[in-house]
């Protein structure tokens, strides 16, 4: 017997990292939807056994990561693009797998209908969600022919070139001034202070700073440019004035995507367009650094958000899907 009932055997099958053709495969029917996927299996050369799961090992039509938050994809049927779902007994089984190996603060968080069809289960099973945002939008960056995303920004904003000029990788140097300000994005994110849970938030900020994954703009701590040290190639600042991360990054063969999280831009300069000009010039960057020139850049917002949905909006980014979070 278990949480759901006496049942046939689970059709799961737990993967490692040598098995992961398949589910990469069932990631590029939907590429920037099942990037963050992609990515979560590719980044670490190790799990536990269940960690990873799929309902075929060579073909599988859903898989999931599920330890600690639980990262569905391909359970819903997706007409439009030929793919069939994989029905709602894998949905039963997945929510049956993962009900013991999800913690407090974890989440449910993928597609929208591949997370409402295993949440379905899971809140039957009586697990509790602390907060549930069902509308994500699921947005995609433009491409700019001849030209960059920052330059037709600019034309908005011509004052702020420093803004698109001053965005760049963070250094470790830079740590310091970055964790509080990706705390601070956290807390107001997601309700609490991530660093309260021990160091592993942090370990996560200096892993997204050391992989080149982490953009800042610096000011003087009052919105205006804080200067670079054109010999030492250092910039100076007080405070970081934006920042945004590069979440998941695939280098897919069929072409790269990334997907932006973490975006902010610090409460004092809101509303000035500064964190249009830097998003912009982040999106290029990420393109330069991570993606050969090229590649979809994409990132996801709540639906309540509207002063970031309209800057999403006025940057050209255009909704391709919806995503879906259960905060537990």
């Given at each position: 017997?278990?949480?759901?009932?006496?049942?046939?055997?689970?059709?799961?099958?737990?993967?490692?990292?040598?098995?992961?053709?398949?589910?990469?495969?069932?990631?590029?029917?939907?590429?920037?939807?099942?990037?963050?996927?992609a990515h979560q299996v590719l980044r670490w050369p190790s799990w536990a056994r269940g960690d990873v799961v799929a309902d075929d090992r060579w073909r599988p039509a859903a898989g999931a990561w599920a330890t600690?938050?639980?990262?569905?994809?391909?359970l819903a049927a997706r007409p439009e693009?030929?793919?069939?779902?994989?029905?709602?007994?894998?949905?039963?089984?997945?929510?049956?797998?993962?009900?013991?190996?999800?913690?407090h603060h974890g989440s449910v968080a993928g597609p929208a209908a591949d997370v409402?069809?295993?949440?379905?289960?899971?809140?039957?099973?009586g697990m509790r969600s602390r907060e549930e945002r069902w509308e994500q939008p699921l947005l995609v960056a433009p491409r700019i022919a001849g030209g960059t995303l920052a330059t037709a920004a600019l034309r908005r904003r011509p004052g702020l070139a420093w803004a698109a000029a001053g965005v760049h990788r963070a250094t470790p140097a830079e740590e310091a001034l970055v964790l509080p300000a990706s705390v601070d994005m956290f807390t107001g994110e997601l309700g609490y202070d991530p660093t309260t849970a021990g160091s592993s938030?942090?370990?996560?900020?200096?892993?997204?700073?050391?992989?080149?994954?982490?953009?800042v703009l610096l000011d003087d701590g009052a919105g205006a440019a804080a200067g670079m040290d054109a010999a030492?190639?250092?910039?100076?600042?007080?405070?970081?004035?934006?920042?945004?991360?590069?979440?998941a990054l695939w280098s897919r063969p069929g072409g790269a995507v990334a997907q932006l999280t973490g975006v902010w831009t610090r409460p004092d300069l809101r509303g000035r367009g500064i964190g249009s000009v830097a998003l912009a010039a982040v999106v290029d960057a990420v393109r330069r650094d991570h993606m050969g020139g090229d590649g979809v850049v994409s990132?996801?917002?709540?639906s309540f958000n509207t002063a970031g949905l309209g800057l999403y909006r006025s940057l050209g980014f255009e909704r391709v899907g919806t995503f879906a979070t259960v905060l537990l």
């Amino acid at each position: 017997m278990n949480l759901f009932g006496r049942r046939p055997p689970s059709p799961l099958t737990p993967l490692d990292p040598t098995q992961l053709d398949g589910l990469l495969e069932l990631c590029s029917i939907d590429s920037v939807a099942g990037v963050c996927l992609a990515h979560q299996v590719l980044r670490w050369p190790s799990w536990a056994r269940g960690d990873v799961v799929a309902d075929d090992r060579w073909r599988p039509a859903a898989g999931a990561w599920a330890t600690g938050s639980l990262m569905p994809f391909g359970l819903a049927a997706r007409p439009e693009l030929g793919h069939p779902g994989a029905g709602d007994h894998v949905a039963h089984a997945l929510a049956d797998h993962a009900y013991r190996r999800l913690t407090h603060h974890g989440s449910v968080a993928g597609p929208a209908a591949d997370v409402a069809a295993v949440w379905e289960h899971l809140a039957a099973a009586g697990m509790r969600s602390r907060e549930e945002r069902w509308e994500q939008p699921l947005l995609v960056a433009p491409r700019i022919a001849g030209g960059t995303l920052a330059t037709a920004a600019l034309r908005r904003r011509p004052g702020l070139a420093w803004a698109a000029a001053g965005v760049h990788r963070a250094t470790p140097a830079e740590e310091a001034l970055v964790l509080p300000a990706s705390v601070d994005m956290f807390t107001g994110e997601l309700g609490y202070d991530p660093t309260t849970a021990g160091s592993s938030y942090a370990r996560h900020v200096n892993w997204l700073i050391t992989s080149g994954r982490s953009y800042v703009l610096l000011d003087d701590g009052a919105g205006a440019a804080a200067g670079m040290d054109a010999a030492e190639g250092v910039y100076g600042g007080a405070a970081v004035a934006f920042k945004a991360d590069v979440g998941a990054l695939w280098s897919r063969p069929g072409g790269a995507v990334a997907q932006l999280t973490g975006v902010w831009t610090r409460p004092d300069l809101r509303g000035r367009g500064i964190g249009s000009v830097a998003l912009a010039a982040v999106v290029d960057a990420v393109r330069r650094d991570h993606m050969g020139g090229d590649g979809v850049v994409s990132l996801y917002v709540n639906s309540f958000n509207t002063a970031g949905l309209g800057l999403y909006r006025s940057l050209g980014f255009e909704r391709v899907g919806t995503f879906a979070t259960v905060l537990l």
